[in-house]
């Protein structure tokens, strides 16, 4: 297991490399599979489009502390497509917010992993998500208040392409534009399926990058399984003045896993234990 | 009575609260002239922010910002506040526990000339449903003036309806609000009537036309909703055997809800409510409204007759 002293996340731009990036993805996904077949249930195609980029943020960009989750220089990270939390759990257990069997807690009664996340029954969770479109207007209302105590924390967050048909979305996407929000980078988790299938398909929520781009902010398209896209966006945004910066990941849903890639089947179902360890193997478990 | 301004007495306490406290921040969804809150975004515009016509993005903002430790108060009229930002302030604001004050004025009938859709009728409900949420109805402006401060400072969620129209003065400075806690402000023996907002000067001058007929009513103000405080509804229950509520509200959901709940599951006595009967509203002037919905003495007196019908069966 790749492992860092809390230390270590103490401070922006961390010196990490894609390959060491690559193989903490990789344990995640896997988490992300045993996580949700264990109580056969959750959201796994999403969590394995956005773990790619929710590693990067942890390992790579984000200022933050495992050992306090609550100090106050950290960067914020908002998941407001709070279905995809075993990602994020997976992340905030590996990087030392909590110990890795916690896991086993996902979805079940008495644990301290809800099936959405909740902010008061795991640590390191900002804000309580789950019913979509409402998480960017929660991180919309943490960056101004930030700007109003001069902090120079950012306030990162993720939302999905379904979840950008919500009219909140786009009040909130209004309302950082109008106060000139440079310490929020939203990113949009461009896998393109929803449940009912394709994003086009059951409601349309494109051309997205003209959308945001028209409610004045920066936005950046980039390949969300490409580390040194995302590390370069991340870091893009950090020099955008005035503006909040959108993030279009084009990412693929159950990436990792050929038999899971791109199918909208696998958008709210588990693993059977047999199709796991396939799956295991192909992320190169020894099973 | 003097009548009075209960949302002027919130804007009013705003600014003080502003001056005390640096963490106090204000939000409105463009009616910022009509909830008071002006008054505070003149006074320290950097802590106001006006959020555009777009109230479940305010309340989400709010539950944010209430992360990085200010204290949001967040104002909007009572149906959009609570209806249409409904779902945020359960997922963002009530389940997490957030510390938002949500402050809505235009509740209840008394809106007046801009009819159903903007007369909140349910709002009480609405909010009384989401767990962690307090709902408190005051009834004069020395009262708005001490809820506010108390919620400012006592940690987590809170709804309080306020309206458009003034109201008679009941009060005075030897009021002391207590969140939870009904007040007696008239003792009786035959049947109680508990209130708020408007509804208690109207049950006040409901107790003086009963005494004169012979039928004594224990008059009790009840301003917060949830949690309700149900050691005086049962104790006042058990003296008098039965129970008036009235409110400027739907009878399904409100305080009206809340006493019969109290009392089928402690105390069971005859038990009358007098609100709005599951209809909307409609225009006309705030007070003409009132009477029109029966919401007034007499509404009160014709209930409380019912009840010791019952009572006496």
Redesign the interface.
């Known amino acids: 297991m790749i492992t860092f002293e809390p230390s270590f996340f103490t401070e922006r731009n961390r010196d990490i490399d894609d390959v060491t990036l690559r193989a903490i993805a990789r344990e995640v996904r896997k988490d992300i599979l045993k996580m949700t077949s264990e109580v056969q249930s959750g959201h796994p195609g999403g969590a394995m489009s956005a773990t790619d980029i929710i590693v990067t943020l942890y390992y790579y960009k984000m200022r933050h502390n495992p050992e306090n989750p609550k100090w106050e220089k950290r960067d914020r990270f908002?998941l407001s497509k709070g279905h995809v939390c075993p990602a994020l759990y997976s992340v905030l257990a590996r990087t030392g917010y909590f110990p890795l069997e916690k896991l086993h807690e996902f979805r079940k009664i008495d644990g301290s992993l809800q099936g959405h996340p909740?902010?008061?029954k795991t640590p390191g969770i900002?804000?309580?998500?789950?019913?979509l479109?409402?998480?960017?207007?929660?991180?919309?209302?943490?960056?101004?208040?930030?700007k109003?105590?001069k902090s120079d924390s950012k306030v990162y967050c993720m939302i999905g392409d379904g979840e950008a048909q919500e009219?909140?979305v786009w009040?909130?996407s209004?309302?950082a534009s109008?106060?000139n929000l440079d310490n929020l980078v939203v990113i949009l988790d461009n896998n393109n399926l929803q449940i009912d299938g394709p994003v086009d398909e059951v409601m349309s929520i494109y051309p997205a990058m003209e959308k945001w781009k028209a409610f004045g902010w920066h936005v950046i398209e980039i390949n969300g399984h490409d580390f040194k896209e995302i590390r370069e966006a991340l870091d893009e945004a950090d020099r955008v003045r005035y503006k909040p910066t959108m993030i279009v990941a084009k990412t693929v849903k159950g990436k990792g896993v050929s038999f899971m890639e791109n199918r909208a089947e696998w958008h709210g179902k588990a693993l059977p234990p047999e199709l796991l360890k396939e799956a295991l193997k192909e992320l190169g478990e020894l099973v | 009575m003097e009548k009075v301004s209960l949302r002027d007495a919130y804007g009013e306490t705003l600014v003080e609260l502003g001056k005390e406290d640096d963490r106090i921040?204000v939000f409105d969804a463009d009616l910022s002239g009509s909830t008071k809150t002006a008054k505070f975004a003149k006074a320290f515009p950097?802590?106001f922010?006006n959020?555009?016509i777009?109230e479940?993005?305010m309340?989400?903002?709010?539950?944010?910002?209430?992360?990085?430790?200010?204290i949001p108060f967040v104002s909007t009229f009572a149906i959009f506040g609570t209806g249409r930002a409904w779902?945020?302030v359960?997922?963002?604001i009530c389940?997490?526990?957030l510390s938002v004050k949500i402050v809505c004025t235009h509740g209840g009938i008394t809106v007046g000339e801009d009819g159903a859709s903007h007369q909140a009728l349910e709002d009480v409900a609405n909010m009384r449903n989401i767990p962690n949420m307090r709902v408190i109805v005051p009834a004069d402006d020395v009262e708005t003036r001490q809820v506010i401060r108390k919620i400012a400072y006592t940690e987590g969620p809170f709804y309080v309806r306020l309206t458009r129209e003034k109201f008679p003065r009941i009060f005075d400075e030897n009021y002391k609000f207590e969140i939870g806690k009904g007040h007696v402000l008239r003792e009786g023996e035959d049947v109680t009537v508990i209130s708020n907002g408007v509804m208690t000067s109207f049950a006040l001058y409901a107790a003086d036309i009963l005494e004169r007929e012979g039928i004594s009513i224990e008059v009790i103000h009840m301003p917060t909703v949830k949690p309700i405080d149900t050691e005086l509804i049962v104790k006042s229950a058990s003296k008098t055997g039965a129970v008036v509520t009235a409110e400027e509200h739907s009878i399904i959901g409100g305080l009206g809800s809340a006493v019969a709940e109290v009392l089928v599951e402690n105390y069971p006595v005859p038990m009358e409510r007098l609100g709005t009967p599951d209809v909307f509203g409609r225009s006309g002037k705030g007070w003409e409204l009132l009477h029109y919905f029966k919401l007034d003495e007499k509404g009160i007196v014709e209930k409380v007759k019912k009840v010791l019908e019952r009572k006496e069966r």
């Open positions: 908002v909740d902010m008061k900002e804000i309580s998500t789950g019913s479109g409402h998480g960017i207007g929660a991180a919309v209302g943490m960056a101004m208040g930030l109003l105590d009219g909140s009040e909130a209004m309302a109008h106060y | 921040v950097e802590r922010f959020m555009g777009a479940t993005d309340m989400n903002v709010a539950a944010g910002m209430a992360t990085t430790g200010k779902e945020a359960r997922q963002t389940y997490p526990n």
